[in-house]
């Protein structure tokens, strides 16, 4: 193991006080979730928003605190389409920690806990970005938590090469950047303990920019790496750049969609196709066939209302 690779270890498993908060976006209330506002089921299924990144370049001690992005908030095109199916609730880290940690973090552990103790029968965790890593890790490492399904928007499963850039980086949130580098993040998924529950049902949201093989930051091999790939994990592309994945109409009503419907795993020969897509460019003509078949093979558009 590398020392970077060995220091963040010490970090997510040491450093499990990352401060968190959990807000519900829809039906929303004013006050925080907590033991004497717990969470309370209209719908019957339940989604939790996971994060990402937002660099805090003009006030750098913002990042020792929680903070929900816009894209939470009750007002979003994410919150009001899941809405309409889903009790959407919102989650917050303080981003001075490697993202191992928050996976690991009591107050993930705890809101994820109270949220399935409401009773609600389906809980869905839609990470973005580093939202995404931290959805998949806490399943893996979480397996009988109580979540049924995760959908990963333009994640870097594998790191993104920009993490790597030291200059102009918030101090406060230094180690965070440097855990969503390529290196510690290959070598943690080597290191994990166990592969995704195949109780869980799971999902890759992967993201293209104009003729970036990538959504500009995080590129196909990382969105929907090898191991993932070897899983079957089904991968479903959309022509979005990063920052937008999770804000664009089109993105939101695809992630929706994924969210309503059955995501099962794919066969070999499915995941050799899909391969075709994503990595080699002169097959490119096959995205609209694939699509189709991603789309009645995890029953995109097929959840029933209720």
């Not at 440097?178 to 995704?196: F, H, Q, T």
Request: aromatic letters at 6%; charged letters at 20%; glycine letters at 8%.
């Amino acid at each position: 193991m590398t020392p970077t690779v060995a220091a963040l270890a010490v970090a997510f498993t040491s450093t499990l006080g990352v401060p968190t908060a959990f807000w519900e976006a829809s039906p929303a209330i004013k006050a925080e979730l907590s033991p004497t506002h717990p969470a309370k089921v209209t719908k019957g299924k339940a989604v939790i928003l996971v994060h990402g990144l937002k660099l805090q370049l003009v006030h750098p001690d913002k990042a020792l605190r929680t903070e929900q992005h816009d894209w939470q908030q009750p007002d979003s095109h994410m919150v009001k389409e899941l809405g309409r199916d889903f009790d959407v609730y919102a989650f917050a880290y303080a981003q001075s920690a490697p993202v191992d940690a928050v996976a690991s973090s009591q107050g993930l552990r705890d809101r994820v806990a109270g949220v399935v103790a409401a009773g609600y029968r389906e809980v869905v965790l839609i990470g973005h970005s580093a939202g995404g890593v931290i959805a998949r890790q806490f399943v893996e490492r979480y397996p009988d938590a109580g979540v049924t399904k995760v959908i990963q928007v333009a994640c870097p499963n594998y790191g993104a090469v920009l993490a790597n850039i030291g200059i102009g980086v918030p101090k406060p949130q230094a180690g965070f950047i440097k855990s969503l580098a390529p290196e510690p993040r290959r070598e943690i998924c080597k290191a994990c303990p166990s592969p995704i529950p195949k109780s869980v049902e799971f999902c890759t949201v992967v993201c293209q920019y104009g003729r970036f093989k990538g959504d500009s930051m995080v590129d196909f091999a990382s969105q929907w790496p090898e191991d993932l790939q070897k899983l079957g994990i089904p991968a479903v592309l959309v022509p979005v750049s990063h920052n937008n994945a999770i804000k664009d109409p089109v993105a939101v009503k695809e992630i929706a969609a994924l969210a309503r419907g059955t995501i099962t795993r794919w066969t070999d020969d499915e995941v050799a196709q899909a391969r075709k897509v994503f990595f080699t460019p002169a097959k490119t003509g096959l995205v609209p066939k694939v699509l189709a078949a991603v789309r009645d093979r995890i029953g995109i558009g097929g959840g029933k209302d209720e």
